[in-house]
Structures are given as C-alpha cells and as structure tokens.
C-alpha cells in the first residue's frame, strides 16, 4: 500500500482504524475492510455540468463520468469535429461540422 495515494482526511482515517485495531483486537484485513468502505462511502457521483457556448457531452466511455468537449479543425464550412474526453483518453470524430 503506497501512503502518498492517500489525502490527510484518509491517513487520519487508516491511523484511527489502526487504532481500533491495537485496542479492539481486530485483524489487519477487517481494518483494511473497513478503511475501504468508508472510503468508498466518501466517493460521490460526478454529474457532468454543460455550460456555457462550448459543446459538451458526457463521456461514453464504461467507469469514466467525464466530460467530452468537441474541438474543430479547418476552415469554416469544411471542419472537422472530434469529441475528447478531458477526463480519460477516450475521443470520437464525427466528420464534417
């Protein structure tokens, strides 16, 4: 397990559930069992916010909840659209805009 992963609110959780462990005799994986599901309990659902002039669509990419942005290429009339996920690498052309 590397500890630089972690934030401060994470650490503060692993050493009170070590703690927990030293006094309630509790072994190393029903700490880690725990620490992962108050982890996981933290982890909140990112809905995409479209704004502005800027097209945007979620990414449909499978465990990705990023938002794509369409960059255009060429002159106007003849550009080119291709739709890029800023979270993951996942792109998309779309031909002629």
Same mark, same amino acid.
């Given at each position: 397990?590397? $500890? *630089?992963?972690?934030n401060t609110g994470q650490l503060q *959780?692993?050493?009170v559930f $070590?703690? $927990?462990c030293r006094d309630e005799r509790l072994t190393v994986e029903q700490v880690l069992v725990a620490v992962d599901q108050q982890l996981q309990a #933290?982890? %909140?659902?990112?809905e995409p916010r479209l704004h502005g002039p800027v097209p945007a669509k979620a =990414?449909?990419?499978k465990? =990705? #909840?990023?938002?794509? #942005? $369409?960059?255009?290429?060429?002159?106007?009339? %003849?550009?080119e659209g291709v739709w890029h996920c800023l979270t993951c690498a +996942?792109?998309? +052309?779309?031909?002629?805009v």
């Open positions: 397990m590397n $500890l *630089d992963t972690f *959780d692993i050493k $070590l703690g $927990l #933290r982890i %909140q659902p990112v =990414c449909p990419e465990g =990705c #909840r990023g938002v794509m #942005r $369409l960059e255009k290429k060429g002159v106007a009339g %003849q550009e +996942y792109s998309e +052309y779309v031909g002629v």
